[in-house]
């Protein structure tokens, strides 16, 4: 393999990815040797969707394609791409609504994608029989929209009426709609907020509380809403009353949450974010909204048998009992009603040695069934499910779900109608598997399972570590054939990300092992701080004054892959 195929495998991959935690910023000031202030020739690439810009990038996009297509590899790595990502195989991952399966499935038929149900015993089966419930593209082609799907919030515990969100062409505005599953179709007289950046939380079934831009200009400097109003079923949005406001100089927005659990328990709490790395947390009550004296790096995760969940990135010190950066603690919903400026939190979980939840985009890493917490975690970087169960006088147990080492595991969906919980298991040479699994009794089963598009027969996954300049030890994983020879010339991808204490994990990847791995390619994997792979602690080494670090993990993780003739 010549330098320039390696090249092209490497660019094909995005072959480094060193990311860092940054906020959204409308002017980005740019240090050119040689530039001061008005004789800046490049103002125009600061403005993401000027017309001289784009047209920048279109040009730049068109350079690159020329030098890949004229590798002698791209038109074979092109097909083999092509034949990976057209496969039809994929899960139809599931979720649990009135004791029914539902699920949401695009394909080159429904292009914009139908909504559907089946049942349980039904989904099991190698050929689930499904009931469309709602059909967008129909609804698009009917109404003349270029609707996309962007999700389902359901009114617990009930689960009858939804909030269905539809963007116009995926924008991050959308439009609310109220939809009757009882029924099949939208309810003609329910709610049904017009477009807008906005969130909403269901306050009991014929009540919404919803944050967004209520006047011109009611947003954020960083463009969200925060000012929260309680909307009545039949009322107008001008007769909307505000419960809570935030402020317009936050970072973040402030939103309602609503939390559920299988005992007919309801606490709504409203969430203002003044940073992006901080959060203020309010508990709606009778006399209005009440601040939980909780720390600034705290938030809910969750609520079951009327203890109300919190995760904290901090370590937090509450009259005599302290809870570790990254622990899991339970408040008493009751006595948190009562008093929440004087809390009675308990220890759900403490991170052991090299143990931190797996905290994901858009998912807290902790989910709950009927009587149980479903808590995913990462240890030394690999994947474990632990089912927590609160036991009398404040202890909780907790026990790990037997799924596969060396893998990347998670809640896909659960209930807080009983204790089963759909999980999914994948690693970087075993195609992603969903299971079934009970909380309550530990059994498990596997129910999907897509098949290998490259052959890993040959393939071999190893985890090392090597010490940083500051001689922290950072992890790395190595993905290469059974006989790959130590002499130093194998053609090596690195990768590592290292931000918004996201972790990277072993992943299964068709393209990956069909356009490298099996072309005799190693990939590697650098877990640098920053990212999430050990807590938030792990996190914060790597940000502002601390930047450097992820660079120095980085270059030790390449250092050690050359000292050992990888």
Request: aromatic content about 8%.
């Amino acid at each position: 393999m010549g330098a320039v195929g390696v090249l092209t495998f490497a660019l094909l991959l995005g072959a480094v990815a060193v990311a860092g935690d940054s906020a959204p910023q409308t002017t980005v000031a740019r240090a050119i040797p040689g530039v001061t202030g008005d004789d800046d020739p490049y103002p125009w690439l600061e403005e993401k969707d000027g017309v001289r810009a784009l047209a920048w990038v279109k040009e730049q996009n068109a350079r690159t394609l020329d030098v890949l297509k004229s590798d002698p590899h791209y038109d074979a790595l092109y097909q083999e791409a092509l034949q990976v990502n057209e496969s039809p195989d994929r899960i139809a991952y599931p979720q649990y609504l009135r004791g029914e399966i539902y699920n949401f499935w695009q394909d080159a038929t429904h292009v914009r994608g139908i909504w559907r149900q089946t049942t349980l015993e039904s989904y099991r089966s190698s050929s689930p029989q499904w009931t469309i419930v709602l059909d967008l593209d129909k609804l698009a082609a009917d109404e003349h929209r270029n609707w996309v799907w962007e999700g389902a919030d359901c009114a617990e515990p009930a689960e009858r009426v939804c909030l269905l969100r539809l963007s116009e062409g995926g924008e991050d505005a959308a439009t609310l709609r109220e939809f009757d599953l009882a029924t099949g179709a939208f309810v003609a007289t329910g709610f049904r907020l017009p477009r807008g950046k906005q969130d909403v939380a269901w306050d009991g079934p014929n009540a919404l509380l919803v944050s967004r831009e209520w006047t011109p200009g009611l947003l954020t400097a960083s463009g969200y809403p925060y000012v929260v109003k309680r909307l009545r079923r039949g009322q107008p949005l001008s007769a909307a009353v505000e419960v809570y406001r935030g402020r317009r100089e936050d970072q973040l927005g402030t939103l309602p949450v609503t939390l559920s659990d299988g005992d007919g328990n309801r606490a709504v709490v409203i969430r203002r974010g003044p940073t992006f790395f901080t959060t203020q947390l309010f508990l709606l009550t009778p006399q209005g909204a009440k601040e939980l004296a909780l720390p600034p790096k705290a938030d809910v995760a969750g609520m079951v048998k009327g203890q109300v969940l919190v995760t904290l990135t901090q370590a937090w010190a509450n009259g005599s009992a302290s809870f570790p950066t990254g622990s899991l603690i339970a408040l008493p919903l009751r006595r948190t009603l009562a008093s929440p400026l004087h809390l009675s939190p308990t220890l759900a979980y403490a991170p052991g040695r090299g143990e931190a939840i797996a905290i994901r985009a858009n998912d807290a890493g902790v989910d709950t069934t009927k009587g149980s917490v479903i808590v995913s975690i990462y240890r030394n970087v690999n994947g474990r499910e632990l089912v927590l169960t609160p036991q009398s006088g404040g202890r909780w147990s907790a026990r790990t779900i037997a799924l596969p080492d060396n893998a990347t595991t998670q809640a896909v969906d659960t209930s807080i109608h009983s204790e089963r919980v759909f999980l999914s298991a994948t690693s970087f040479l075993t195609p992603t598997t969903l299971y079934l699994a009970d909380a309550s009794t530990g059994a498990i089963s596997a129910v999907k399972t897509l098949p290998a598009l490259f052959d890993a027969s040959n393939e071999i996954v190893d985890q090392h570590e090597v010490a940083s300049t500051d001689g922290t030890m950072i992890p790395y994983y190595v993905v290469h054939s059974k006989n790959m020879a130590l002499d130093g010339t194998n053609p090596t991808v690195l990768y590592a990300y290292g931000g918004f204490q996201l972790a990277v994990t072993p992943t299964y990847s068709g393209e990956l092992g069909k356009l490298w791995l099996e072309h005799g390619g190693v990939y590697a994997i650098a877990n640098i701080r920053g990212g999430g792979e050990f807590g938030p602690e792990w996190h914060e080494a790597g940000l502002t004054v601390h930047r450097q670090r992820i660079y120095d993990d980085f270059y030790a993780v390449a250092s050690d892959l050359i000292a050992r003739k990888i």
